[in-house]
């Protein structure tokens, strides 16, 4: 922390990247994700600097980051970029108030999941009643005592670990332990509007394994499973921690690659493929294993929602299994269908 000269605390730049290096958008790994090993970040809410000098220490021993923010729209800035675990909101503060931060935290689908505990000198039916009805989850009254505040905090902290885990094992794709299609479409939308927004690049492969049925008839469903197990590995093994690999049904995958060009994604496809086809399969000798890969990029235009994006690279995989499968073909956004890169074109 940074003290200003009227010695009230305020957050670092350096606070809120230790903030964003803890939460670093761990919803799209491509593996379950280990929410029980994650440090919680807790936004402290109050115009008091105070009420943040001792809540800092007596929670500097405890397993969260606790982040500051003296203003309701300080807050709302902060909860809608850093996503923190819990938010400790004051209600009697100046410019926005407490209950009006809460409102608009309900209102933004960004923030409506995260879960607030109001810290209030109030102790009226009417302010509690009204912070209930808005969407808070506790309101503990000033003075509080601090270990009934700890107990209070864990337990939030405890319940909202719970419910993400259960909503990501929704969403998880049990053979292979990669997200599921339900995952591919809510990250595929917010990708491409913060690609909009920043204008950076994005990539979307969708990858099919060849002549899988036949596979299966020739090998047997146990071979097919191994099969999807094993591509899912080479998947997580040359993807970054932020892109999103998913099971899209049946033998089709897809891969969401943020920041990425055609050229490098296209060199990411032929990493993939090429590990695929030289597998050796110990207790299959004679099986071999090879995929297509279609490319959609920032690049293609005509493309607005994520329904564009996935027929575009479906047509770009159509067009690598029209042309003998085992390769990697890219959108043509003048034509509306896939062509070879040129740089792997011959």
């Not at 009230?8 to 994700?33: C, K, N």
């Not at 670990?161 to 292979?176: E, F, V």
């Not at 970054?240 to 899209?248: L, T």
């Not at 995929?291 to 564009?308: I, K, L, N, Q």
């Amino acid at each position: 922390m940074t003290t200003h000269p009227e010695g009230t605390p305020r957050v670092d730049p350096s606070q809120q990247q230790r903030a964003a290096d803890v939460l670093h958008r761990t919803d799209r790994s491509t593996s379950l994700i280990g929410t029980e090993d994650e440090t919680p970040v807790v936004l402290l809410v109050d115009d008091a600097p105070e009420i943040h000098r001792l809540l800092g220490v007596k929670l500097r021993n405890d397993d969260l980051t606790l982040l500051s923010a003296f203003g309701g729209e300080e807050a709302l800035d902060i909860a809608a970029n850093l996503q923190p675990s819990l938010i400790l909101l004051d209600l009697n503060m100046p410019g926005i108030d407490g209950l009006e931060t809460l409102r608009r935290l309900k209102l933004e689908s960004s923030t409506v999941e995260i879960p607030v505990i109001i810290l209030s000198g109030s102790s009226t039916s009417s302010d509690k009643v009204g912070s209930f009805g808005l969407g808070a989850t506790d309101y503990v009254t000033k003075p509080f005592d601090v270990p009934e505040l700890r107990a209070r905090i864990a337990s939030s902290l405890r319940v909202t670990r719970l419910m993400r885990m259960l909503a990501q094992r929704a969403q998880i794709d049990g053979l292979t332990g990669l997200w599921n299609r339900a995952h591919l479409n809510d990250k595929l939308a917010g990708e491409i509007e913060q690609s909009q927004r920043n204008g950076d690049s994005l990539s979307l492969v969708m990858c099919d394994l060849d002549h899988f049925k036949q596979l299966n008839d020739s090998f047997g469903h146990p071979a097919g499973d191994l099969v999807l197990q094993s591509f899912a590995k080479i998947l997580k093994a040359e993807l970054r921690r932020y892109d999103v690999a998913c099971r899209y049904g049946g033998e089709e995958f897809a891969m969401i690659v943020p920041s990425s060009d055609a050229e490098s994604t296209i060199g990411l496809c032929e990493r993939i493929r090429t590990t695929l086809e030289n597998m050796t399969w110990a207790r299959y000798p004679d099986m071999r294993v090879t995929g297509s890969f279609g490319v959609c990029t920032g690049d293609a235009r005509h493309m607005r929602g994520p329904s564009d994006w996935i027929e575009a690279a479906d047509r770009a995989l159509y067009s690598a299994k029209g042309a003998g499968r085992n390769r990697t073909h890219v959108y043509d956004g003048e034509s509306g269908t896939g062509k070879p890169p040129l740089r792997l074109a011959g």
